[in-house]
Nanobody, 125 residues
Framework: QVQLVESGGGLAQAGGSLRLSCTAI????????MGWYRQAPGKQREMVAT???????AYADSVNGRFTISSDNAKKTVYLQMNALKPEDTAVYYC???????????????????WGQGTQVTVSS
């Protein structure tokens, strides 16, 4: 199986910074992209930022210019540097892996939209 292990969430003041990380752990064969999504109370989950293994990033308009996504393909790790935080950034942030194949025992498994358990980010005003 594969686990997406997230860290770096916590409490920050408006204007502050946090850095999230997510590492995919398992016998991974292929991985096409990783990213971060968030879900605020009473709202649907939304894309925050994604990055392909070729290094091509994409950002939600609400975070563009404030957040930076990066990755280390060898370590199967994605990072999200969050600067100039706003109270509206408060949400549970979920790591996502796309185009994932891995060995589960002796079986090769292909999945998409594989999720971490989420890490809470709270921004106070």
């Amino acid at each position: 199986q594969v686990q997406l292990v997230e860290s770096g969430g916590g409490l920050a003041q408006a204007g502050g910074s946090l850095r999230l990380s997510c590492t995919a752990i398992g016998r991974i064969v292929t991985l096409s992209a990783m990213g971060w999504y968030r879900q605020a109370p009473g709202k649907q989950r939304e894309m925050v930022a994604t990055i392909t293994t070729s290094g091509n990033p994409a950002y939600a308009d609400s975070v563009n210019g404030r957040f930076t996504i990066s990755s280390d393909n060898a370590k199967k790790t994605v990072y999200l540097q969050m600067n100039a935080l706003k109270p509206e950034d408060t949400a549970v942030y979920y790591c996502n892996a796309d185009g994932l194949t891995y060995y589960n025992g002796d079986h090769l498994v292909a999945v998409r939209d594989h999720w971490g358990q989420g890490t809470q980010v709270t921004v106070s005003s």
